[in-house]
């Protein structure tokens, strides 16, 4: 029997059952495969189990398998670097960041799970005069927007960093920056986990370890009855055959991989991104820090880690191998931008596959395979989208045609000429 | 740090190239259609595994193309 909401976290609980030293409810049971379900969900990572989630929530759509080839969170939604923000550049895209940090920010009572979401203000500097003119664009559009977004000078960027060294004389004298109070961090594996729980609460089923190794179509113009003027009725996974009329393409990096099972390209390459984290100190650094000319950024989380992210490798690969080359250059540009730091070690460094895409916008909604649905193309910046994406995928897929807040992002838009451009505010800070 | 094999100044760090991506075959530009022309400037084939791509060498001032295998990284002899 399915539970509609799932065991409170409360106070009293961690009490009773520290003293009784009793176990934890798991936060989702495991399963056998059904034989058919009403829809199939590939890829465990943030835009999956929202779009779970929204479906048995908002549509009571929950004879629902969400299968990931890992782990729940084992791909890009375990590894980035949780900045959330909305200060995007195209009107379509801030609907989207913006609904999502509005859904972020009721989650941890929404699913009673602390996600540790910290709104804590993003800085994105500026050092030059043409960075700045830039700033100043991306302020007013994000003001015609609603965007909590402002331009200020370095003594107010002293006054919420104090540790930035603003004098004239520093390698790169900040000049000013792009201001985003609602911008933060939030703890990306909790995220992961309210979203799998809730869902998995009112009945849809989790299954990990458990890979799609086709997608069976049928009346499709290509090899086998896949793609275009066909439709999907199933998947094969290493756990056997599974028929239902929906598959949603969720798998980010892999994206292309798992579209071409269904016969439908999309303009999708896979590049690395990579981080780094160093020892905890003492906390300095009170807000998200980004510097665009010198491809970096960073953060200081709750234990007192920094963390540090940079622009997307410069080589597509499906390998997660981190590279020497990315120490070396994110030292050297963090060390122009906190000579203090100098003497901090670092303790890991990683790696997570991006699915970009020409235009730095999400591939979103029906395809040319109909019950075949994709969420893909979030590149470096789909965390902080994943909240507006599940709701919208999940109207999406209950209305078999595309919301309204996605009919910018459809595939076709390629074809058509319609790009959404948002590398402006994309490239380097995700 | 990758390898890239120049077929003119033989294997070096791969920050002395620059990527150009995985190679595919151009529609004749007077007879595409509009359509065919976009699908070939944005869709990808985005293999796991063996990939003819190009190379910029900023040594020898060289276009080339390679075979990489995008899973493992290594890679295949230089072609031109
Ligand atoms: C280092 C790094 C830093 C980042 N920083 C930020 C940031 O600060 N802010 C931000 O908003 N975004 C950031 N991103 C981007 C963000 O992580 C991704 O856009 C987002 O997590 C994508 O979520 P997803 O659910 O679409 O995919 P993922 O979380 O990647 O999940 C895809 C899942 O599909 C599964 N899968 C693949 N193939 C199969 C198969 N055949 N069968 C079954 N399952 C399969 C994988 O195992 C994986 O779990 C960063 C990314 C990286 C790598
Ligand atoms: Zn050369």
């Not at chain 2, 990808?44 to 193309?65: D, H, L, M, P």
Request: include cysteine; aromatic fraction near 8%; hydrophobic fraction near 35%.
């Amino acid at each position: 029997m399915a539970r509609k909401k799932p065991a409170r976290y409360s106070a009293f609980d961690l009490v009773k059952r520290g003293l009784k030293n009793e176990e934890w409810p798991r936060l989702w049971d495991h399963h056998d495969l059904n034989k058919s379900y009403d829809a199939i969900i590939i890829g465990g990572g943030v835009h999956g189990l929202a779009t779970a989630y929204y479906l048995a929530k908002d549509h009571g759509i929950t004879n629902v398998a969400v299968m990931d080839k890992g782990y729940l969170g084992g791909g890009g939604s375990g590894r980035n670097t949780a900045i959330v923000r909305s200060n995007y550049l195209t009107p379509e895209g801030i609907n989207f960041y913006n609904r999502s940090l509005e859904l972020y920010g009721s989650m941890a009572t929404d699913h009673n799970l602390n996600v540790m979401f910290s709104e804590r203000g993003h800085l994105t500097l500026a050092h030059s005069d043409a960075s700045l003119r830039t700033m100043r664009w991306r302020a007013e559009v994000n003001k015609l927007q609603n965007i909590n977004s402002l331009v200020i000078g370095p003594d107010e960027v002293k006054k919420i960093v104090p540790s930035l060294d603003i004098s004239r004389d520093a390698a790169h004298p900040i000049e000013g920056a792009l201001f985003h109070p609602p911008g933060g961090i939030i703890r990306h594996d909790a995220v992961v986990w309210a979203y799998a729980r809730s869902a998995a609460a009112m009945g849809t089923q989790m299954h990990q370890k458990t890979e799609v190794l086709d997608i069976i179509c049928e009346g499709g113009s290509g090899p086998d009855g896949k793609g275009p003027g066909g439709k999907v009725t199933g998947v094969r996974t290493n756990r056997g055959d599974v028929s239902a009329p929906v598959v949603v393409n969720c798998t980010a990096g892999w994206a292309t991989l798992i579209s071409d099972m269904a016969g439908v390209k999309l303009p999708i390459t896979t590049f690395t991104l990579q981080a780094a984290v160093t020892e905890p100190v003492k906390v300095f650094l009170p807000a998200v820090v980004v510097s665009g000319s010198l491809h970096c950024y960073v953060s200081q989380t709750d234990r007192g880690e920094l963390v540090f992210g940079a622009a997307v490798d410069p080589v597509s690969t499906y390998s997660m191998r981190g590279t020497f080359e990315f120490t070396e250059n994110l030292a050297g540009h963090i060390l122009d931008l906190m000579p203090g730091v100098a003497k901090m070690r670092l303790l890991r460094q990683w790696a997570g596959l991006c699915d970009m895409t020409p235009d730095y916008s999400p591939v979103m909604g029906v395809t040319p395979v109909e019950g075949f649905y994709v969420d893909v193309g979030w590149g470096t910046y789909g965390f902080k989208a994943g909240p507006g994406s599940g709701e919208a995928m999940a109207n999406t897929i209950s209305s078999g045609r595309n919301a309204d807040i996605i009919a910018p992002f459809d595939l076709a838009r390629f074809a058509e000429d319609r790009l959404v451009g948002e590398k402006g505010a994309a490239a380097v800070g995700h | 740090m990758l390898l890239v094999p120049c077929p003119n100044c033989g294997p070096r760090d791969a920050s002395d190239f620059k990527f150009g991506g995985e190679s595919s075959s151009r529609p004749d530009p007077r007879t595409a259609t509009p359509e065919q022309w976009r699908d070939y400037v944005h869709l990808k084939t985005n293999v796991a595994g063996n990939q003819k791509e190009t190379w910029y060498c900023r040594g020898c001032r060289t276009y080339f193309s390679l075979h990489r295998d995008t899973v493992t990284n290594i890679f295949g002899a230089p072609q031109s």
